[in-house]
């Protein structure tokens, strides 16, 4: 199951993301369910990445997309919890 949320510029940066994405993980018992969650995330938003991280995703593939014309370093990340 692939999951994903954006979140707009003026609730960037005050821990929303992490929580809202923590609520999500413990609402749904991921922990205790056979249930393997993923997300992408482009390579460059380094502030995201390591906001996943924390939560417990880990990179497990990296592939090459085409974003606007342009050639972006896009990453799957799996919940490892």
Request: net charge positive; charged share 25%.
């Amino acid at each position: 199951m692939y999951i994903g949320m954006d979140l707009y510029s003026d609730q960037r940066n005050q821990g929303k993301g992490f929580k809202l994405y923590q609520c999500m993980l413990n609402h749904v018992g991921v922990k205790f369910l056979d249930i393997e969650l993923k997300l992408e995330v482009l390579g460059h938003n380094d502030r995201a990445i390591k906001v996943y991280e924390k939560i417990g995703f880990k990179i497990t593939k990296q592939q090459e997309i085409i974003v606007n014309g342009r050639r972006v370093n896009n990453l799957i990340m799996d919940y490892l919890g």
